[in-house]
């Protein structure tokens, strides 16, 4: 794995967030959002990953750009309901599209 220094890492996760947040009204249809309803919020605080509140009229979800590969999300989320299930607050991995990677989690913890 290349190794990229935390200013770099940080300049290239800006310029792929303005990106990304053109195309979150498509990503989030794809999760099942009414586009027509759907407000977006960016949210800080992500070094690697872009993350959006997403919410419509019925749904409300974080949307994350995920950084890493489809096998690490999915077993990121995994852990996360696992150790959610022990009673740990922890958001609950809903669902992944692999083309280009988002990841859903539920807003509640």
Not at 32 to 38: A, D, I, P, T, V
Not at 51 to 66: E, F, G, H, T
Not at 82 to 97: C, E, H, N, T
């Amino acid at each position: 794995m290349e190794k990229i220094q935390p200013k770099k890492r940080y300049s290239q996760s800006l310029t792929k967030r303005s990106k990304q947040h053109k195309n979150i009204i498509q990503i989030a249809k794809g999760f099942g959002f009414n586009s027509k309803e759907l407000s977006v919020e960016s949210l800080t605080g992500g070094f690697m990953n872009s993350n959006y509140l997403v919410q419509d009229a019925n749904n409300k979800a974080v949307l994350r750009a995920s950084a890493t590969n489809e096998e690490t999300t999915r077993k990121e989320g995994a852990l996360l309901n696992l150790v959610r299930s022990k009673g740990v607050k922890a958001p609950k991995f809903l669902d992944i599209q692999a083309q280009p990677r988002w990841v859903q989690y539920s807003v509640e913890v």
